[in-house]
T-cell receptor, first 115, second 115 residues
Framework: AQSVAQPEDQVNVAEGNPLTVKCTYS??????LFWYVQYPNRGLQFLLK??????LVKGSYGFEAEFNKSQTSFHLKKPSALVSDSALYFC?????????????FGTGTRLLVSP | EAGVVQSPRYKIIEKKQPVAFWCNPI?????LYWYRQNLGQGPELLIR????????DSQLPKDRFSAERLKGVDSTLKIQPAELGDSAVYLC?????????????FGSGTRLTVV
């Protein structure tokens, strides 16, 4: 079965500093990886995905993620954090069973950006 | 486009009572998913529909949970009777094609509290 791990429950960063939210994956075959963000009392919003191609994937709100096959990682990054980036971030991997796809999520990392 | 619409947003019930959640997916999306998100955890798939057919319900606790998607559009998830451990956020998502894994869109969720 496919899985992702988010080793940090929380990441703290000051506004204007770069941020990294870590994710490692375990898959058989080619990995299809995703990042979602969840604001309080809201559903999950899609940020970006890696299917194939360039290892650096650019997404919404200035976020990007770097796919590293040798380290089985897919860390989320942003060059300059904003207070409004404070939210819960989920890494996910797409699993295929019986011909249909489903997303398997990590446990989430809370990002707190201080002014 | 309204996105995935869920109701109610919040529900508080006493244990052993029944409860139902409703989801209206994005128009034209054939695949519908119900996820459960426990506090501090990532979402976990309960059931997935391809049109009106439940193609993966292996994670649905069938002794108390049931779901339907009549006419392949709206869906209802029911719990009867509810237990304290059912307190969670229930998320609905839809995608255009479950086989190819198109982009998921999540609703805002229903936060259930069982007292």
């Amino acid at each position: 079965a496919q899985s992702v791990a988010q080793p940090e429950d929380q990441v703290n960063v000051a506004e204007g500093n770069p941020l990294t939210v870590k994710c490692t994956y375990s898959v058989s075959g080619n990995p299809y990886l995703f990042w979602y963000v969840q604001y309080p009392n809201r559903g999950l919003q899609f940020l970006l995905k890696y299917i194939t191609g360039d290892n650096l994937v650019k997404g919404s709100y200035g976020f990007e993620a770097e796919f590293n096959k040798s380290q089985t990682s897919f860390h989320l990054k942003k060059p300059s954090a904003l207070v409004s980036d404070s939210a819960l971030y989920f890494c996910a991997v797409r699993e295929s069973t019986t011909g249909f796809q489903k997303l398997v999520f990590g446990t989430g990392t809370r990002l707190l950006v201080s002014p | 486009e309204a996105g995935v619409v869920q109701s109610p947003r919040y529900k508080i019930i006493e244990k052993k009572q029944p409860v139902a959640f409703w989801c209206n997916p994005i128009s034209g999306h054939n695949t519908l998913y119900w996820y459960r998100q426990n506090l501090g955890q990532g979402p976990e798939l309960l059931i997935r529909y391809e049109n009106e057919e439940a193609v993966d319900d292996s994670q649905l606790p069938k002794d108390r949970f049931s779901a339907e998607r009549l006419k392949g559009v709206d869906s209802t998830l029911k719990i009867q009777p509810a237990e304290l451990g059912d307190s969670a956020v229930y998320l609905c998502a839809s995608s255009q094609n479950g086989r190819t894994g198109g982009s998921y869109t999540f609703g805002s969720g229903t936060r259930l509290t069982v007292v």
